[in-house]
């Protein structure tokens, strides 16, 4: 997942945003990096609008704050592989697996997979996910 998704993602069921993005792994792309120089000729930084989630999770920081410091080429040349997108609002908490966030409503989710996913990433994550969060947790009801 592009780290720009975050400036316009927002939470499928209660259409919250901003998001909160917590980033288990990354994969960087260095073969972009001549495509990336090209591109940001072209659009000049800050490329997103809101916020520049590449310098600061869960929330990042608000484009005012960082203006011509936006690290834009090393975002566009990194990829969330693995995590979870967070929605503050209703607790609901979507997994990024293999760079594809998958943000589905609670009736089309698979739980056994969540579940496994929270179990395999547990250690990584916040209480709030973990123990806490939509549509289920590994907490004890």
């Not at 495509?35 to 000729?41: D, G, H, R, S, T």
């Not at 608000?62 to 969330?80: G, Y």
Request: hydrophobic fraction near 35%.
């Amino acid at each position: 997942m592009k780290y720009r998704f975050m400036d316009i993602a927002a939470c499928p069921m209660c259409k919250h945003f901003p998001l909160e993005l917590y980033v288990i792994e990354e994969k960087h792309y260095p073969e972009r990096a001549e495509e990336i120089e090209k591109f940001l000729n072209r659009f000049k930084p800050p490329l997103c609008e809101i916020y520049c989630y590449r310098l600061q999770t869960p929330i990042g920081r608000r484009i005012e704050e960082v203006k011509d410091d936006a690290p834009c080429a090393k975002c566009l040349e990194t990829e969330v592989a693995t995590g979870v997108l967070y929605c503050p609002s209703c607790g609901r908490w979507y997994p990024i697996i293999d760079e594809i966030p998958r943000m589905l409503p609670d009736d089309l989710r698979k739980k056994e997979e969540d579940l496994a996913f929270l179990r395999k990433y547990s250690s990584r994550l916040p209480e709030k996910i973990v123990l806490h969060g939509k549509p289920w947790n590994l907490g004890k009801s």
